[in-house]
């Protein structure tokens, strides 16, 4: 039986890079966490202990933070676009890299009812997040972009029912046709090419997911998830698939009855776990193959 290596890569996770533009008196901020990953010829790497083909991930954490100043910043996708082509094009060993980006949103602080220029304070929990892929070379080169968020809380505390599921001998879930329904969305949209407006469709498609997740009558989260993604590709061509992820935040409403308390679904008790997982895919049935759009190069999904 022969052993051989398989698929590898490698490189610098979560990078911490925060930007401040300072060329104007009112300062800007952007706040990354970026993951680098590249493939490539690294066999001997493993094999023999032979780094010569092994650009360090050091170095990729280096390139990063200078691409920060030198590169363009203005969009998360632009910057990442830049780096990936920066590894492929430039680092001869180098047939692939995926970069993976997540942004913290800050907003700024109001001193006497006017924005300040230089302070901020965190928003929320939401995440930006995008990833850039290229592979191959020449005409043979690919480049696919991916956009979402993540950690986007969500509640409606009615339009939501779940009724008419499969019964067996352990089912005791209640039917129901008014229910809170809450999730923490991860959403991911890949685009069909890398000419996008990237800031307008972002804040876009983010407004149709909460729209529709407020509006659908829900028979299940289910549906809730198709219908979200289909108002993205219904509304942008540039958008190829959408994928998208919701833990069932559950509320169970209370027992007050032992304090003679009539409760009409007004107090409820939330389990954080279990819980339950909806992931759907919604996409084109024309949509160009994914290829590695979504390869966990560096473990983030």
Excluded: C
């Excluded at 290596?5 to 890079?17: C, H, P, S, T, V």
């Excluded at 203005?74 to 676009?81: P, Q, R, S, V, W």
């Excluded at 008419?164 to 999730?183: K, N």
């Amino acid at each position: 039986m022969a052993i051989i290596l398989g698929d590898n890569r490698y490189g610098k996770a979560e990078n911490r890079i925060v930007r401040i533009f300072r060329d104007q008196p009112r300062h800007e901020i952007r706040d990354l966490n970026v993951s680098t990953a590249l493939r490539g010829d690294f066999a001997a790497a493993h094999l023999v202990g032979d780094q010569a083909n092994v650009l360090p991930t050091d170095t990729q954490k280096q390139t990063a933070y200078a691409f920060a100043k030198q590169k363009s910043l203005e969009t998360i996708e632009a910057y990442g676009l830049e780096l990936a082509r920066h590894f492929v094009e430039d680092v001869a060993p180098v047939t692939g890299a995926r970069v993976e980006i997540e942004e913290y949103a800050w907003e700024r602080v109001l001193v006497d009812g006017v924005e300040d220029d230089h302070t901020w304070v965190r928003r929320g929990q939401e995440v930006r997040i995008a990833s850039i892929t290229i592979e191959g070379s020449g005409d043979d080169r690919r480049t696919w972009v991916t956009g979402g968020l993540k950690d986007l809380v969500i509640l409606k505390s009615t339009g939501s029912e779940f009724h008419g599921f499969l019964v067996d001998p352990y089912t005791v879930l209640e039917p129901t046709t008014d229910r809170i329904m809450a999730t923490s969305l991860v959403a991911r949209w890949r685009f069909a090419h890398a000419d996008v407006d990237w800031d307008p469709v972002y804040a876009g498609i983010r407004k149709l997911l909460v729209e529709r997740y407020a509006t659908v009558q829900s028979l299940a989260l289910q549906q809730t998830l198709y219908e979200m993604g289909r108002a993205v590709l219904e509304a942008y061509d540039e958008v190829a698939e959408v994928r998208l992820s919701a833990p069932n935040k559950h509320h169970f409403r209370y027992d007050l009855a032992p304090f003679g308390i009539e409760n009409q679904g007004e107090v409820f008790h939330v389990d954080d776990r279990p819980y339950g997982l909806i992931q759907a895919t919604v996409l084109r049935d024309d949509a160009a193959d994914a290829g590695p759009a979504w390869d966990a190069y560096t473990g983030l999904v």
